[in-house]
C-alpha cells in the first residue's frame, strides 16, 4: 500500500512563509520514476493544480503562485516539497500531494493552510 503523508500546513499572516512537505512510503512505490505534484482545494472551488515535478525535476506552476512558490523533490528521501512565500488570503485552501507514475495515481490526505488578512 502507498502512503502520501503531508505536513507544514498551518495559519499564517499576508506575506509569511510556510513550506509543506510530502513523505511518500510503501514496498511498491517508486518515488524517483513518479511525477509528484501538489494541488489545492478551497471551500466550494475545485481541486486545481498548484505545481507539479517531474521524475526529470521538471517543474511547472499555476500561474497564480508563479514566482512565489517552488517546489522540490529529494529521492533520497521519497519527499517532496512546497515552499510557499508571499502568502495571500487567496492561498487558502486543504493542500494535497500526488504522484503519478503510469498508470497509478495516489493522493495524500491533506494539509489546511489558512492565511488571515
Known amino acids: 500500500q502507498v502512503q502520501l503523508v503531508e505536513s507544514g500546513g498551518g495559519l499564517v499572516q499576508t506575506g509569511e512563509s510556510l513550506r509543506l512537505s510530502c513523505v511518500a512510503s510503501g514496498r511498491t512505490f517508486s518515488f524517483s520514476f513518479s511525477d509528484m505534484a501538489w494541488y489545492r482545494q478551497a471551500p466550494g472551488k475545485q481541486r486545481e493544480l498548484v505545481a507539479r515535478i517531474t521524475k526529470d525535476a521538471t517543474t511547472n506552476y499555476a500561474d497564480s503562485v508563479k514566482g512565489r512558490f517552488t517546489i522540490s523533490r529529494d529521492n533520497a528521501k521519497n519527499t517532496v516539497y512546497l515552499q510557499m512565500n508571499s502568502l495571500k488570503p487567496e492561498d487558502t485552501a486543504v493542500y494535497y500531494c500526488?504522484?503519478?507514475?503510469?498508470?497509478?495515481?495516489?493522493w495524500g490526505q491533506g494539509t489546511q493552510v489558512t492565511v488571515s488578512s
Open positions: 500526488n504522484s503519478r507514475f503510469y498508470p497509478y495515481e495516489y
